[in-house]
C-alpha cells in the first residue's frame, strides 16, 4: 500500500482544525457566561426581596393599628370630628363631685327627702327644685354663704375639666378653621369664668362667720350675684361660638349644662344672703 500524497494530507488537517476551531466559536456564542452586572442585579432582588415582604407585613400592622385606634370607643372628641358614632369622653360624665352626685341621685330619688329645710327653701325657686333638692341632699347646713362657697369650688373643678377638655381637642389637630376659632372662644371664657368664680368667692367669704352682719353688705351680695350671671354668660360664649356657626356640638357640651345648671342654682340661693 503506497504513502499518501503528503500535500494532500495537510490540506485535510488544516481542514479539520478550521472545522473545529469554528465549533468552538460557535458554541461560545451560544452559551455565554453570566456577567458581572447581571449576577449584581440577581443579588439585589434576592436581598430586596426579604425587605419587601417585610416592609409589606409592617404596612399590614400598621394599618391594623390604625384601625383599632379609629374606632368610635376610642376616639372621644370624634363627636367634634364628624365621627359616624360619636362617644363622649369618659372623663367628662362623672369625675367631678357634680356628676358623681348627680348619678347618686338618679339611683336614689329618695335623697331629696334627706335634705335639710333651707336646702328646701332654697330650691323651692329654682327651674327644678326636686332636682336641686336632691342635689344638695347632703347639705345639713342653716346657712345659705356656706352652701354657695362650697359649690363654687365645685363649679372651679367643672370648669378645668372643660378647659382640658377643650385644649386637648384644640391639640388633635383635625379641626376646621371655625371649630379652631369656637375652641379658642371656649377657652378665653373658661377663663374668664373662673376669674369671675374667684371673686364671687372673695364676696361670699364676707358673708360667713361671725362678722357676716357688718361685713356681708349689699355691696358683697350683689358681687355674689353679678359674678355668678357672669359665668353662665361665659358659658354661653362658648356654646353660642358653635352652636351659633352650626358646628357640631362642642366636647365641653355636658360640662358646660352642668356649670350652667349650678351656678343658676348658686345665684336662685344668693338672694338669702341680705335676708
Not at 246 to 267: M, S
Request: charged share 25%; net charge negative.
Amino acid at each position: 500500500m503506497g504513502i499518501p500524497n503528503k500535500p494532500l494530507l495537510l490540506f485535510l488537517l488544516i481542514i479539520t482544525i478550521t472545522f473545529s476551531s469554528l465549533l468552538t466559536l460557535s458554541t461560545s456564542h451560544s452559551s455565554p457566561s453570566p456577567s458581572p452586572s447581571s449576577t449584581a442585579d440577581d443579588d439585589e432582588e434576592t436581598t430586596a426581596s426579604p425587605s419587601s415582604s417585610t416592609g409589606e407585613e409592617q404596612e399590614e400592622e400598621e394599618e391594623e393599628t390604625d384601625a383599632t385606634d379609629s374606632s368610635p370607643s376610642q376616639s372621644p372628641l370624634s363627636s367634634l370630628f364628624g365621627s359616624p358614632s360619636p362617644s363622649p369622653e369618659p372623663a367628662l360624665r362623672f369625675s367631678s363631685k357634680f356628676h358623681r352626685r348627680m348619678q347618686e341621685t338618679a339611683e336614689s330619688p329618695a335623697a331629696a327627702d334627706r335634705s335639710s329645710k333651707l336646702v328646701a327653701q332654697l330650691c323651692a325657686g329654682t327651674e327644678n327644685p326636686a332636682r336641686c333638692t336632691a342635689y344638695f341632699h347632703y347639705s345639713k347646713s342653716d346657712d345659705a354663704a356656706q352652701i354657695i362657697d362650697a359649690e363654687l369650688g365645685t363649679l372651679n373643678t367643672l370648669l378645668i375639666e372643660a378647659k382640658s377638655a377643650a385644649v386637648r381637642a384644640q391639640h388633635q389637630g383635625r379641626a376646621s378653621p371655625d371649630v379652631a376659632h369656637g375652641l379658642d372662644v371656649c377657652v378665653e371664657n373658661y377663663d374668664k369664668a373662673n376669674a369671675n368664680l374667684d371673686r364671687a368667692s372673695v364676696a361670699c367669704a364676707k358673708c360667713m362667720g361671725p362678722n357676716k352682719a357688718t361685713e356681708c353688705t349689699a355691696k358683697e351680695v350683689g358681687e355674689v350675684k353679678t359674678m355668678l350671671s357672669a359665668v353662665i354668660s361665659n358659658i354661653g360664649f362658648c356654646d353660642e361660638a358653635f352652636d351659633g356657626q352650626g358646628l357640631p356640638r362642642p366636647p365641653t357640651k355636658e360640662i358646660n349644662e352642668a356649670v350652667v345648671e349650678l351656678a343658676d342654682w348658686l345665684l336662685e340661693f344668693s338672694k338669702k344672703l341680705d335676708e
